[in-house]
Every structure is written in C-alpha cells, then in structure tokens.
C-alpha cells in the first residue's frame, strides 16, 4: 500500500515498521509543515507589557543559525496557571515570583526551517523599542 499526505511536510517519526498491519485511523508516521512552523516562548512577566502581536522576532537555534519571525499571541495568563502540579501556598507565607508569560511566534518562511527541530530549543531576541 502506498501513503500519501494531503499536506506538504517532512516526515520526522516512522511510527510502523514493513509488514505490520494497521488498524483503521491508526498513524503510520509523523510529518510536520515548516510553511506553518512556530515557536513558543515565555517571557517574564515584567517585560510582557512591551510585547505587541506583529513585533519582529530573531531566533537563534542552539545547534547554529538564525529564523525570523513574528510575535502572534501574547497569552493573558501566567504559565504557572495550567502547570500539571500548581504551587499551593497552604502556610499563608508569600515570596513573590516573578512568572512567565507564554508568546507564541510565527516563523517567516525560510529554507533554513528545515534546520529545526521539533522541540530544540532556541533563544528569541524581541525587538520593542
């Protein structure tokens, strides 16, 4: 049997192995669309006030070299808020934090998208002033 994909993508996880039978809906592999690649960010929340959705954005991969993009979403909550284990302060103490702000960045289109990977880390450079 042959796959075809109703998107254009690079397959980045083989999920099945020649041979092996599929359930139906069962996946077979993983693919992802670098015409629709993104990245996400937390920024403290001292410095969320400055960030405005259309800022350009320069993002730098660890394993080397640079993608444009653009800041999309800038959340209206802490990341702290859906943390799988929130913080409780049952003692009544308080030490103030300061939190997170998740963003979301849009890439620009590029031919070094395909240099990154899906969950590499990065290091954004936001433009505000």
């Known amino acids: 049997m042959t796959l075809k994909a109703n998107a254009v993508g690079?397959?980045?996880?083989?999920?099945?192995?020649?041979g092996d039978y599929l359930a139906p809906g069962q996946g077979a592999v993983a693919m992802v669309d670098f015409s629709q690649a993104?990245?996400?960010a937390n920024v403290e929340e001292t410095s969320a006030g400055l960030l405005r959705p259309g800022q350009p954005v320069s993002?730098?991969?660890?394993?080397?070299?640079e993608l444009s993009g653009r800041v999309e979403v800038v959340t209206q909550s802490a990341a702290s808020q859906f943390a799988?284990?929130?913080s409780d302060n049952a003692a009544g103490n308080f030490t103030k934090v300061v939190q997170r702000i998740p963003i979301h960045i849009a890439l620009d289109a590029s031919p070094r998208l395909v240099a990154l990977r899906l969950g590499q880390s990065v290091v954004v450079k936001i433009r505000v002033r």
């Open 59 to 65: 993002v730098s991969i660890d394993e080397g070299g």
């Open 38 to 40: 993104w990245v996400a």
């Open 10 to 18: 690079t397959v980045v996880r083989i999920t099945v192995d020649p």
């Open 84 to 86: 799988l284990i929130p």
